[in-house]
């Protein structure tokens, strides 16, 4: 940014002289205008009382740090909190998640679902279904407590790779009982839409509040 100057004034020797308002931000000045004022000050300094140079650098790398410092201080303050969330979920990309939904991942013949019933049951059931609604993988659970969490860790290599359904059947008597259910995703990428952060996977998006477990 070139110095603006406010009025010109002339030397005994004739040259103009630029005058700057003494309330002027000096951070402003660039090195173009730098190297003027230093100039300028030896030239028109007192022969009987000389600037030491090598002080006033110095002072002036030191008024510049001070500079560096505060407008880095002040981009970080830029960052709100949520910003920063945004750039540390970025560490999930690539990553298994275990979270509030019901299409799970199966790699390898493996996968993890999670189930939590929301009163006392006296069965429960746990079903895997592919895209054409069959049953691949289940299993079966008795005397669950309300708000306890249960797991059905799949390990069998005749499934396929792929997002599968999952559905939780729970009974107590003849009463059917609602659950919570978890299964596992890839995570693919994160997107941040307004004050909202997004997991994105193959089959949708997660919200974060929605993650259970990252990793396994």
Known sequence: MAVENIDTIQSITGKPIKVYDANYDNSKVDQEGFLKVLLTSFQFQDPFETQDISKFIDN??????????????????????????????????????????????????????????????????????????????????????????????????????????????AKNGDEKVESEVMSTAKVTGIEKDGGDIWALYEQGKIALNDLEKIGG
């Open 60 to 169: 002036t790398v030191k008024l510049r740090e001070l500079e560096v410092m505060k407008n880095f201080e002040d981009a970080v303050k830029s960052l709100d909190d949520n910003n920063t969330l945004f750039l540390n979920t970025t560490n999930l990309i690539d990553k298994k998640v275990l979270y509030k939904g019901d299409q799970t991942l199966v790699e390898e013949g493996k996968t993890e679902v999670a189930f939590v019933p929301k009163k006392e049951a006296s069965q429960a059931t746990v079903y895997l279904y592919d895209k054409e609604e069959n049953i691949v993988a289940q299993e079966s659970y008795e005397n669950l407590h309300p708000n306890e969490k249960y797991t059905f860790e799949l390990n069998d290599p005749e499934v396929a790779d792929g997002y599968y359904k999952v559905s939780v059947v």
